[in-house]
């Protein structure tokens, strides 16, 4: 029998249910007070196949099979039903795997020459995108950024532009491309966002544009932290200081704090805290930001890094102000939404509680994250659950309720 692999960050970004198929095969299967052996034995496949598909790291490609399987279970098409569901949100994903791949060839070619053209009306689109990123779709995002992109090049190749307005259209480029980074991180394709994030730099520089500089070396050392280049990242953010200005907003503030993001994974907490302390005297000096959204770097998300960068310390004193720095986040997170960033607010808070030794306070910080529903999360989330795992492993060998606890994490982990 065949089957497809789920990629498994990209259906939780687009709200997709993978284990639909296998989710129902069991319910089904269980109901009839069949073992996984008998039904595989009556279907004539592979015991461990079937196993994977109801267990979602399989997929069954075969439609025949699944009205088969829904005859042999007596279950009137509820099987048939649950594998077409499936099969329109493979679809949708193939969909958007194809846009995917074409906005990192269209950023991998203005990597080599873009050309000159004019910005038409798409300002305002960018705003809208670059505002509700982290509130719509992912694949109604892309498809967004992905259009403007498509018709700021179309007018590139045509030269569509007079010699005043070239300038203008090299900023919204790199801005989309800078949403494309965004975008394809939270998938967790990091070399992807670099590409994207390279490009928006270039395109800044060609433009002689300080904040899209600033910015994109800011988010190139974010893609960087996330494949764990800490001393890359820190060179990006580093290089990004050198164009902080008078017209740059809050890009100042974010390079600093995703410096001391990387000093810290670098054993320099003492470092990291001088660097969020400057973070906070840039930000009482920050003009303001020429696009929100994406690109502004908001108090709350300060807040959020400070939490982050000093989790790391081994000093009990700095542990306690990454703790109740993380709170301070959560709080803010309330008014200002962002359920993903709120989400690592609670992860990072569980993770200075665990390096404290308290334990109770570890699991009572992490379980509202376990309370969300898988589709809300992104890369990062697993990422830093996948840590905490590590750190109660560490901190509470001995323990059985943090060996529990662990049981939950991978389990949840392993769903995500």
């Known amino acids: 029998m065949g089957g497809c692999e789920l990629d498994t960050a990209a259906t939780q970004l687009l709200g997709m249910e993978p284990e639909r198929t296998g989710r129902t095969l069991r319910q089904l299967r269980t109901d009839r007070g069949l073992s996984l052996r008998e039904l595989a034995g009556t279907l004539f496949c592979d015991y461990s196949w079937l196993c994977n598909i109801e267990a979602g790291r399989r997929w069954p490609k075969d439609r025949n099979w699944a009205e088969q399987a829904d005859l042999t279970l007596q279950a009137n098409g509820t099987l048939v039903a649950a594998w077409d569901a499936d099969q329109r949100e493979r679809s ?28 038409d009306q798409v300002h305002d689109g960018i705003i809208h995108i670059a505002k509700n990123a982290r ?37 919204a480029l790199g801005r989309v491309c800078g949403v494309l980074s965004y975008l394809t991180l939270d998938l967790g394709q990091a070399d992807t966002a670099r590409v994207h994030a390279q490009a928006a730099f270039q395109l800044g520089d060609r433009a002689d544009h300080d904040q899209l500089r600033a910015w994109a070396r800011g988010t190139q050392a974010l893609a960087l932290r996330f494949t764990k280049d800490f001393e890359l990242a820190a060179a990006a953010a580093t290089d990004g200081l050198k164009y902080v200005g008078s017209s740059t907003g809050t890009t100042e503030p974010r390079l600093l704090c995703g410096l001391a993001a990387s000093v810290a994974n670098l054993g320099d907490s003492a470092r990291a805290l001088e660097l969020l302390d400057a973070a906070e005297r840039a930000r009482d000096a920050a003009s303001r930001d020429e696009i ?19 989790m790391w310390s081994d000093d009990k004193r700095t542990l306690v102000k990454s703790a109740k720095a993380s709170e301070d986040a959560i709080d803010a997170w309330q008014v200002q939404r962002s359920p993903g960033d709120e989400m690592l607010s609670q992860i990072y808070l569980a993770t200075a509680k665990a390096r404290l030794g308290d334990l109770d306070a570890s699991i009572a910080a992490v379980s ?22 590590g750190l109660l492993d560490k901190h509470f060998p001995d323990s059985a309720v943090a060996g529990e606890m662990r049981g939950t994490l991978t389990a949840y982990i392993h769903a995500a």
């Not at 994903?93 to 050309?115: C, H, I, K, N, W």
């Not at 890369?379 to 795992?389: E, F, G, P, T």
């Open 368 to 389: 509202p994250v376990l309370n969300n529903p898988i589709s809300a999360h992104f890369s990062w989330v697993r990422k830093r659950l996948n840590q905490l795992d």
């Open 292 to 310: 929100p959204g994406l690109f502004t770097f908001s108090p709350a998300k300060q807040i959020y890094y400070r939490g982050f960068s000093l």
């Open 135 to 171: 509130f719509e779709s992912y694949d109604r995002t892309l498809s967004r950024a992905t259009e403007i992109r498509a018709e700021l090049m179309r007018r590139i190749k045509l030269g569509a532009h007079s010699a005043d307005e070239i300038r203008d259209l090299y900023v």
């Open 92 to 119: 949708r994903l193939d969909d958007t795997v194809r846009m995917l791949e074409q906005a990192r060839r269209d950023s991998e070619s203005l990597l080599v020459a873009p050309d000159g053209a004019q910005l």
